[in-house]
């Protein structure tokens, strides 16, 4: 929330930072660090440390993401008062680091949520976690923008100090107890490259994969540019647009609990996903129209809309994420599939800010430039909408089965 809610709207309001690159170190290094989430995953599912299978990878990769956040300010800061290739590859590094951490700690967080769940608890565990998550969000959001409320660069830094101490407090308070200590060697039924082979030859997963893929670019290009659009379209402070995370936090809790407790059960996962994607392609065309009116009045409900959708989209997807997986390689195909959503993250992150720099270029008013961003992400969406047609978790099993009957592991 602090990287890609205030941190972003400060390198490029306050500190004057270029949006392409302030897309290029924030969401390109984020992102791109989940080149380490297949090969990780699959680490993690072989190799104890201390006795742990995930528990000590959560920790190492906490410790170092707060520690990248704590340093963030003074790095931004550096970087605005001269930018110079050496320094932007030096603080491309810095973030890059950033994300290698916590998609480290990720892949071994979702891979215990499986370890310690069962099939048919795995889709309504994840969207309580996912739920859990948004909460988090809300309070980080509306702390931060009461904190923010009057900007001065002290103030960046004390927030991060101050909530990169909470997160490593709740971490710990979090893994408490949850995985047993053994000492059993964990066996390696097959190499890293066999399993990809296994779980690629199946066509529901490449077609599940193509569909994370564009409707997550589609979705998170919004994410680096939102604030921005806010601060520089319409002339709101950072405290006004650090309250976009709320407002977009409130839907998606409303969504997933909604989603996750009622919908899921009556009409399936899959219905449940597409919803998402409906209300968030009506949700970016309505974003649009508010930047080609420069029209603010109705920002803050389609900020919320948008929220809904994705609370929706997230619940529906990733339960469907957790029924595919295999008992033995639970990590690696979690971390596959986070590393698809990072695959499309990562450029959507770079691509938005490029896309709003191309428009503007051509002659457009900084609304028209964003609104058009906006309305690349809704045809996206709708994109995302027909590959996700066909994705069947029987489909999946089927595959599966087949692909390993001269090799068989229990498939979930």
Not at 125 to 147: C, F, N, P, R
Not at 292 to 315: D, H, R, S
């Amino acid at each position: 929330m602090i990287f890609l809610g205030v941190l972003n709207r400060i390198m490029r309001v306050e500190l004057g930072m270029d949006l392409l690159l302030v897309s290029f170190l924030i969401g390109g290094g984020h992102y791109m660090g989940a080149v380490v989430a297949i090969p990780f995953g699959h680490f993690s599912d072989t190799h104890r440390v201390a006795g742990y299978r995930r528990t000590i990878y959560i920790i190492m990769g906490t410790i170092v993401t707060i520690t990248i956040l704590i340093l963030s300010p003074q790095m931004a800061a550096w970087v605005s008062y001269k930018t110079t290739i050496l320094r932007i590859t030096i603080a491309f590094i810095f973030f890059l680091l950033e994300g290698i951490s916590t998609f480290l700690a990720g892949t071994a967080y979702l891979a215990l949520i499986a370890d310690l769940t069962k099939p048919n608890e795995r889709g309504s565990a994840a969207a309580l976690v996912w739920t859990l998550l948004m909460v988090g969000i809300i309070i980080t959001g509306i702390g931060s923008a009461s904190y923010m409320e009057i900007y001065s660069f002290d103030r960046i830094i004390i927030l991060c100090s101050i909530t990169s101490a909470i997160a490593l407090l709740m971490t710990l308070i979090a893994l408490w107890k949850q995985e047993d200590r053994t000492n059993d060697k964990i066996s390696q039924p097959e190499s890293l490259l066999k399993a990809v082979n296994t779980m690629i030859s199946s066509q529901t997963a490449r077609r599940f994969a193509a569909f994370l893929l564009l409707g997550m670019f589609s979705y998170f290009m919004q994410d680096v540019i939102l604030e921005p659009f806010g601060g520089e379209v319409f002339g709101l402070s950072a405290a006004e647009t650090t309250r976009f995370n709320s407002y977009m936090g409130i839907g998606l809790v409303s969504a997933m609990l909604f989603g996750g407790m009622y919908l899921t059960p009556r009409i399936g996962k899959r219905r449940v996903t597409t919803l998402g994607c409906w209300i968030i392609a009506i949700s970016f065309t309505g974003l649009a129209i508010s930047g080609f009116l420069e029209n603010g009045q109705t920002l803050n409900p389609i900020i919320g809309l948008l929220g809904l959708g994705a609370g929706f989209f997230t619940v529906g997807s990733v339960a469907l994420m957790m029924d595919m997986t295999a008992t033995q390689h639970i990590g690696l195909f979690v971390g596959t599939w986070t590393l698809v959503q990072a695959v499309a993250k990562g450029p959507a992150a770079i691509l938005s800010g490029g896309f709003q720099q191309m428009f503007s270029s051509l002659g457009l008013l900084p609304g028209q430039a964003y609104g058009s961003v906006f309305l690349l992400e809704a045809i996206g969406i709708v994109s995302a909408m027909i590959v996700l047609n066909g994705v069947t978790i029987e489909n999946f099993r089927e595959e599966m089965k087949s692909a390993l009957v001269n090799d068989p592991i229990s498939i979930d």
